[in-house]
């Protein structure tokens, strides 16, 4: 067998970690009655007492669960209710802005309960709390379309020309109240989400993101725009750039006025990382200088050095902010192809990208969803529905969500065949791929210099260094890892989830001298290691 080498240098370290984190749509407002829903026998033998604190303990809690430390809060929009778009499940988050002008603080009381909950695990581990505050798209009324759905064409902008102000004093009034009236801290700010994807159309089954193009649209802003009382004349700014300038200025004044002290700016979010620089590039100076973070999300692209040394250029920190992978069958206790592409991204972006938070798109993903196109995305696969139509009861499925033409429909017999009920969940491969990162390389640890594309290294602040080994081979790898710069080392613990384990404690003998420890890698596993060195 064939015996490979991998050295870890703890005295080249590089950037100190933020953590990992999940975003909180769709799947924290799709948990509403979660709390009349006992607990498993497992969630009870850990201290639960129904399905909701079970699913909170698995993501938050470091000892049950993954133990992450990052969220992300949506700002809904709200839709024109007589639209009847929105039908995908928790998709449809509501707004808390009237169209007269009124305020509803408790209409998204599940996502607000999700927030405050996370925040109440993750202080109790002792790990920093980050929150970014961010908004997928405005208020429905303040739009071109007349929908949060998105544009009636898929490449214009939708936040009408004469709405910024509104639609920027209503997502930092939301975030303020989270700070000030929930008590919740707030650490950033994002008001696009994917801004220049083209995705977002009139008429979508979900409230995913806006238009903001970073090229000039004036002939369809020239008719609200009104220069007696806008500075930023569409001919000569782009949308992107103005709705970056003014929430950098809004918030700012506020800040003047003692609101929202330490909340910075992150952007611009776009899907592609290829896009990410692309898209900071085309900023005004202004623009760029309202954002402290570069944040990307990561489902295209490979620039990650280029985007890496923007960054660095411009002394923005940078945030990997939304992610996912999947794709082929069903099956969650596959270690496929999605558990491999989840470990080899979270390596890219520390190493190349030098990013110092990582953020899974949704902690919980939709089974109806897996189930219904046969496929295996993200870590936790949970039932929101109750298995009857929609009309029958307000957590049942929605026919447009799971009866879409060509022969594919998933309907509540499928779902009553295989005893499934609302609340039962799987958890995925993935989901123990993320934890062999997320329980290891932890919010301030600093990423260490590591010789082997296989493998991730961090130390903590003190000593511990944790280091994480992927084998995405057929058979078994033996490696002769060497650390320098530690001294001697000694093996505290070892965790593998592989095809035939999850977080299994690694008993293997491994041989080792004084800065010296051989790893033996199954196939298709990823094993973490935890040693002290003196």
């Not at 806006?210 to 008719?223: D, G, S, T, W, Y």
């Not at 953020?359 to 939709?366: A, C, D, K, L, R």
């Not at 593998?496 to 293997?508: G, L, N």
Request: charged share 25%; with cysteine.
């Amino acid at each position: 067998m064939e015996r490979l080498s991998v050295i870890v240098d703890v005295n080249r370290r590089h950037q100190k970690l933020d953590g990992f984190g999940t975003s909180l749509m769709w799947w924290a407002n799709a948990m509403q009655g979660f709390e009349q829903i006992p607990a498993t026998e497992a969630g009870m033998a850990d201290g639960c007492r129904n399905r909701y604190e079970e699913l909170m303990n698995l993501l938050f809690d470091p000892d049950k669960g993954l133990g992450i430390n990052i969220v992300r809060y949506n700002v809904g929009g709200g839709d024109c209710e007589a639209l009847d778009f929105i039908n995908r499940s928790g998709a449809k988050i509501p707004g808390y802005l009237s169209k007269d002008g009124h305020y509803d603080w408790k209409a998204d009381a599940m996502q607000q309960k999700v927030l405050a909950d996370a925040y109440r695990l993750i202080k109790r581990s002792g790990q920093a709390f980050y929150n970014t505050v961010f908004s997928v798209a405005p208020p429905y009324f303040m739009t071109y379309s007349g929908s949060s759905t998105g544009s009636k064409k898929p490449a214009d902008d939708n936040l009408r020309w004469d709405c910024y102000q509104d639609f920027v004093s209503y997502f930092l009034d939301v975030a303020s109240y989270i700070k000030d009236e929930l008590q919740i801290p707030v650490t950033d700010i994002e008001p696009v989400n994917e801004p220049t994807s083209g995705y977002w159309v009139y008429g979508s089954q979900k409230q995913e993101g806006c238009q903001f193009n970073r090229v000039l649209q004036p002939e369809l802003h020239q008719a609200a725009f009104d220069s007696a009382k806008d500075t930023y004349d569409p001919q000569c700014y782009s949308a992107l750039s103005k709705i970056y300038e003014m929430t950098g200025k809004e918030l700012a004044r506020r800040q003047e006025m003692g609101k929202l002290s330490g909340v910075i700016i992150s952007g611009t979010d776009e899907t592609s990382i290829d896009e990410a620089a692309p898209s900071f590039l085309a900023l005004t100076d202004k623009a760029k200088d309202a954002i402290s973070k570069i944040a990307t999300h990561g489902y295209a692209g490979s620039r990650r050095k280029e985007l890496r040394e923007l960054a660095s250029c411009y002394a923005k920190k940078l945030w990997m902010s939304e992610a996912s992978y999947g794709g082929g069958e069903w099956n969650p206790e596959a270690m496929d192809g999605g558990c491999f592409q989840l470990s080899r991204a979270i390596q890219k972006d520390f190493y190349e990208m030098g990013a110092t938070g990582w953020v899974i798109w949704q902690g919980i993903e939709s089974l109806g969803e897996n189930l219904l196109w046969n496929a295996n995305w993200g870590l936790i696969h949970c039932l929101y529905e109750e298995p009857v139509w929609k009309e029958e009861s307000p957590f049942g499925m929605s026919r447009k969500q799971y009866c879409i033409g060509e022969g594919r429909c998933l309907t509540p017999e499928a779902l009553i065949e295989k005893g499934l009920r609302r609340g039962d969940y799987f958890l995925c491969k993935q989901y123990y791929v993320f934890g062999q990162y997320t329980k290891f390389l932890k919010e301030g640890y600093e990423i260490a210099d590591v010789s082997s594309p296989d493998f991730a290294a961090a130390v903590s602040p003190d000593g511990t260094l944790a280091v994480v080994a992927t084998n995405e081979a057929e058979e078994e790898r033996i490696y002769r890892l060497e650390v320098k710069g530690a001294g001697k080392l000694q093996l505290v613990k070892g965790t593998r989830t592989s095809e035939t384990e999850k977080w299994a404690e690694v008993t293997d003998s491994l041989e080792h001298g004084e800065d010296w420890m051989e790893l033996r890698l199954p196939p298709k596993s990823v094993s973490s290691y935890e040693m002290k060195t003196r």
